[in-house]
């Protein structure tokens, strides 16, 4: 299997403060890849500041890493030049969490979307390019006729977040990195547009990174997943075991937390009542969930646990000490996608 | 539309909000009424731009130019919101009735500290309040809310997004109002953030008795926290009823489709979403707004208004599929 993208032990450290620098690891030591011939959908979550759209700002070439290394096709990013960057750029799309500051602001939707449609050369004359452009809108559930001759600031951030979805329909990369691509979209919309990121990759082969808070909409339309927790993996595996069977109790929390939509199922009574973030600035030495874990005992203050559990799912977390250790890497490169 | 159980304490009754455009009135809120009684809570839900931002300012009297309040009435205890003089309003506000805007965490002053913006509430409401006074109030509020009495010499940019919310809240409650509108008060916070923040609200309202309208979109959001559920499209109230009953046994299309579009942890399935798309507000179809998406559409439906009624004890709806079952 060949590698359209690959991720190489990224991390990613900002320091803060002139003086006493204080080192914040963002994204700390992750890998992951995304083959051509096997179209996947890798479900990248975790809460507010653990590190989702660092990672995607490093896989779109936008951030380096402070170490490891992204490839496409084998080489390193940040050495391509020319038209092997811009072969780059065009298979690897971003779709934003904000897509607010994205678009030129003195440009109609309408020339937004045209113009990538003619640059690259997807549509022959301008009138295929506009009939592209109002069937990307129509898949995304957006009126031609109402959106084209708007300019960004005239849409509502819904409409916004659906037009970059249009935009990437538009261009048929390889690879979409997808930032809370529905976070600003109703819930009766938010399932016609994830059925449409899902024909991408059925349709079309395109595979996507799709990044999120929300481990329902992950477990929707997910293949593998990766769950964050201030920048380090702390559960991977396929989205079917990882959220009927979350095993880091920091996945258990976020499963718990999520309110379902029915009034008979009681909202996370079990969670124990530690649970409060903002815990930023305590130094870790042990496992960085240990603070706010109901489970920890005095080995997790001490040093990091390693990844265990079985052949396709890591585990971050000392409760899982008995069992065999999981090579990241080579649960990486099997197949998992799965058959919906 | 009184119920047997205790008096509303908030009674809105056919309000209607429009909005001057360059292209003609639209109409954002369309005889919108319904009642919420002490200690309910009730989740005003839609699809974006179905009013509900519109018909929360207009509750708080807030409703800014171009938009104007046209019809109806707003009783707080049996007194006409919509009657006072703005100085009146000023009261009101906050003391009986209090506002958690939609994105209220960017809604605080980002140069006062939090302590000074929670005091101004107190000073503008107790005349007679000692600073001592003041700072003991201050200090239980953040308690109430779960936060550390430190925060009060803050400034909103040292706090992180759930900090601000919560101290949206503790401003809200901080008179101990009888009604407390809250628009969106977690869309941009996280899962678990979001479970505190919203458990924090409900036990703050518990324990002062209020009524809340919370407004949203996420029907798991309702589920957990609501007891009572509206459901608005294209300006209009299209069903109430409890929140067992509505997702148990839905009355209107809209909302059944509604229910029907939600993803769930216990199963992968195809997601189908409402087909079509929400209406325009200047260019309502004739008849029922949601007869173009409805799958239990009939002839009369492109010709007339449904009427909103009651369909059982509690349950309100406008379709003409149950023009029969109305009391
Ligand atoms: N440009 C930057 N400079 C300094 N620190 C940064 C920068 N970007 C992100 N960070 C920090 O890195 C961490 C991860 O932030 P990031 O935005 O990647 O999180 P996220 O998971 O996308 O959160 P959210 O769900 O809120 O979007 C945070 O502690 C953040 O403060
Ligand atoms: N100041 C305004 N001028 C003109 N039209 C407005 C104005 N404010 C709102 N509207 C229109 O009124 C309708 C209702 O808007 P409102 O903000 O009440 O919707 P909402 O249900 O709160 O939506 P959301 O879920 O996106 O917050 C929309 O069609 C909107 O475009
Ligand atoms: S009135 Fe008719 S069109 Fe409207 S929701 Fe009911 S059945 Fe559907
Ligand atoms: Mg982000
Ligand atoms: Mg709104």
Redesign the interface.
């Known amino acids: 299997m060949s590698a359209v993208l690959e991720a190489d032990h990224l991390t990613r450290v900002f320091s803060r403060g002139l003086f006493n620098k204080v080192e914040n690891v963002a994204v700390n030591d992750i890998s992951l890849r995304v083959d051509d011939d096997n179209p996947s959908i890798t479900v990248i979550a975790g809460e507010s500041g653990s590190g989702k759209t660092t990672l995607a700002s490093m896989l779109l070439g936008f951030m380096r890493p402070t170490r490891g290394e992204i490839r496409y096709r084998g080489r390193d990013i940040h050495s391509l030049k020319g038209d092997d960057w811009r072969e780059f750029r065009r298979n690897v799309q971003p779709i934003f969490q904000d897509p607010f500051e994205v678009f030129n602001p003195v440009y109609r939707v309408d020339r937004i979307l045209t113009q990538p449609a003619q640059l690259y050369g997807i549509a022959d004359s301008e009138d295929e390019a506009h009939e592209m452009v109002e069937d990307a809108l129509r898949q995304v559930g957006l009126r031609p006729a109402e959106t084209l001759r708007r300019f960004p600031h005239q849409l509502s951030g819904g409409q916004r977040q659906r037009i970059t979805v249009a935009r990437a329909f538009l261009l048929k990369p390889k690879v979409i990195v997808a930032d809370e691509p529905v976070s600003m979209i109703d819930a009766s919309l938010r399932a016609t547009v994830l059925e449409s990121l899902r024909a991408l990759k059925t349709e079309l082969g395109i595979s996507i990174i799709y990044i999120t808070h929300d481990l329902t909409t992950a477990y929707q339309v997910g293949d593998s997943i990766y769950v964050l927790y201030r920048g380090s993996v702390v559960e991977a595996g396929n989205v079917e075991n990882v959220v009927q069977q979350p095993s880091h109790p920091y996945t258990q929390l976020l499963m718990g937390s999520i309110p379902v939509p029915d009034p008979r199922v009681p909202w996370g009574d079990d969670l124990s009542p530690i649970s409060s973030g903002d815990q930023r600035d305590v130094a870790v030495t042990g496992c960085a969930f240990a603070p706010r874990c109901p489970h920890a005992f005095d080995r997790c203050e001490d040093d990091p646990p390693h990844y265990r559990l079985d052949d396709d799912r890591a585990v971050k977390c000392f409760l899982y000490e008995d069992r065999p250790i999981t090579d990241l890497e080579s649960m990486l490169s099997k197949n998992t996608t799965s058959p919906i | 539309m009184t119920s047997a159980n205790g008096e509303a304490v908030l009674k809105v009754n056919n309000l209607s909000v429009e909005y001057e455009t360059p292209r003609g009135m639209l109409r954002a809120a369309d005889g919108v009424s319904f009642e919420l009684r002490p200690g309910q809570r009730f989740g005003l839900v839609g ?3 179905s009013g509900k931002t519109t018909t929360a300012l207009a509750l708080m009297r807030l409703t800014q130019l171009p938009g104007r309040i046209v019809d109806g009435e707003v009783l707080l205890d049996g007194v006409d919101l919509l009657g006072l003089s703005e100085n009146e309003m000023r009261e009101v506000r906050l003391a009986q009735i209090s506002y958690v805007p939609q994105g209220a965490m960017n809604s605080l002053n980002p140069v006062i500290k939090v302590g000074n913006q929670i005091a101004n509430g107190f000073k503008d409401h107790l005349d007679s309040i000692s600073r001592s006074e003041i700072s003991e109030r201050i200090v239980e509020v953040l308690r109430s809310v ?1 936060l550390d009495p430190a925060v009060s010499r803050m400034y909103p940019h040292e706090l ?4 601000k919310q919560r101290v949206a809240i503790a401003i809200a409650v901080s008179l101990g109002p009888k009604v407390i509108i809250a628009d969106e008060p977690t869309s941009a ?8 923040v ?2 924090t609200l409900r036990k703050l309202q518990e324990e002062i008795g209020a009524a809340v309208l919370i407004v949203g ?9 609501a007891s009572h559920v509206g459901v608005m499209y294209a300006g209009k109230l299209v069903e109430v009823g409890q ?2 009953d509505i ?1 148990d046994d839905p009355f209107h299309p809209y909302t059944r ?3 029907a ?5 216990s199963r ?7 087909p079509g ?1 929400p209406p ?1 507000l200047l260019e309502l179809p004739g008849g029922c707004s949601f007869n173009p998406r409805c799958d239990s559409v009939m002839e009369i439906c492109r010709s007339a208004d449904p009427s909103y009624d009651q369909i059982r004890e509690g349950r309100w709806t406008s379709c003409h599929l149950y023009a029969e079952a109305a009391t």
């Open positions: 699809e974006s731009g779960g992180s997004g759930g900090m916070l996280d899962v678990v953030v979001q479970r505190e919203m458990l979109h996420d029907m798991g959001l309702m589920a957990q926290f929140v067992l997702f489709a509604l229910i579009s939600l993803p769930s942890t992968r399935h195809r997601l189908t979403g409402i798309l325009a």
